[in-house]
């Protein structure tokens, strides 16, 4: 089936070790965003991938950063983690339309 | 600018009984709509979505939500809650910038009660 796929799921670091989540799609989509999500909020759009555009929100952090090698993976990384960067990492893509977006089951990022 | 409002953060019903998560929406263009569904450690689902065909929408697990222009509302309905429905809610509208981004209302945690 195709998918969106996230490695790993549970991750832990040390406050201030850089730390790269992944995310990997068979859906061919053109774009793929990253969110951010804390205990009982909302998804956070941290930027996303226009094709190889990349689109920082203006709110986002600098300690945040991603690349974007091809069409199928996208990586966030993030230089020094605070504790208050523990939260779930969504990744997620979509197509210029239909405009549904399809997400990944996150990777749950713990800082020590 | 597009916003949406969830009324409750919480709602608990019975099993069998009705389940309705309301979602009213701002939007200065006819508006796409969904609703999401988020089980505990995983990611969102998409549940259904309003593109403005159908003012009715179906979606999985016997949802179906109804777009109101009138009301701005997009309220997600199912006739009978099942314990394997409590989860988080989130209603989403459509913006589009170059690509798509979405606005989400601060959820909605479902609790069925046996």
């Known amino acids: 089936d195709a998918m969106v796929i996230q490695n790993p799921r549970y991750q832990v670091t040390q406050f201030g070790k850089p730390v790269t989540l992944s995310c990997s799609q068979t859906l061919n989509h053109n774009v793929m965003y990253w969110y951010q999500q804390k205990s009982s909020q909302a998804p956070k759009l941290l930027f996303h991938y226009y094709d190889k555009d990349f689109n920082n929100e203006a709110d986002t952090p600098d300690n945040f950063q991603s690349r974007r090698p091809n069409t199928s993976f996208c990586f966030l990384d993030i230089r020094s983690p605070g504790l208050g960067d523990a939260a779930m990492y969504l990744c997620a893509t979509s197509s210029d339309h239909p405009y549904e977006q399809y997400f990944g089951p996150g990777t749950r990022l713990t800082v020590t | 600018a597009q916003s949406v409002t969830q009324l409750g953060s919480h709602v608990s019903v019975s099993e069998g009984a009705l389940v309705l998560l309301r979602c009213n929406y701002s939007?200065?263009?006819?508006?796409?709509l969904f609703w999401y569904v988020q089980y505990p450690n995983q990611g969102l689902q998409l549940l259904l979505k309003?593109?403005?065909?159908?003012?009715l929408v179906k979606g999985i697990n016997g949802f179906e939500a109804e777009f109101k222009k009138s009301e701005t509302s997009f309220h997600l309905t199912k006739p009978s809650a099942h314990m394997s429905d409590a989860a988080e809610y989130f209603c989403a509208v459509s913006v589009i910038q170059g690509a798509q981004k979405l606005v989400f209302g601060q959820g909605t945690r479902l609790t069925i009660n046996p």
């Open positions: 939007s200065s263009v006819p508006p796409y």
């Open positions: 309003y593109t403005s065909a159908a003012t």
